[in-house]
Nanobody
């Protein structure tokens, strides 16, 4: 069994910063890809950032230059450092990990950015 627990969401003012964490636990030896997605009400779920086991990263166009994804393989944890937050970043942020064949989703953590 694998569990993903996100944390770090909250309310911040525009221009502020937030750091999200996602810890994976269970029967895990190694994780291929770890990533963050977000979904705002009435909107499609979109990729925020992803990172491979080799450290390669990919970011959604709207967050490039502002967000940074990283991972701690020893802790099976992925982080998302969000800087210069904008109201349009408001959404539920979901953690996703991919282990061969299977993918797992966390429950999400709400991020709200006030103007």
């Amino acid at each position: 069994q694998v569990q993903l627990v996100e944390s770090g969401g909250g309310l911040v003012q525009a221009g502020g910063s937030l750091r999200l964490s996602c810890a994976a636990s269970g029967s895990i030896f190694s994780i291929d890809v770890m990533g963050w997605y977000r979904q705002a009400p009435g909107k499609q779920r979109e990729l925020v950032a992803r990172i491979t086991s080799g450290g390669s990263t990919n970011y959604g166009d709207s967050v490039k230059g502002r967000f940074t994804i990283s991972r701690d393989n020893a802790k099976n944890t992925v982080y998302l450092q969000m800087n210069s937050l904008k109201p349009e970043d408001t959404a539920v942020y979901y953690c996703r990990i991919i282990i061969p064949i299977n993918n797992y989703w966390g429950q999400g953590t709400q991020v709200t950015v006030s103007s």
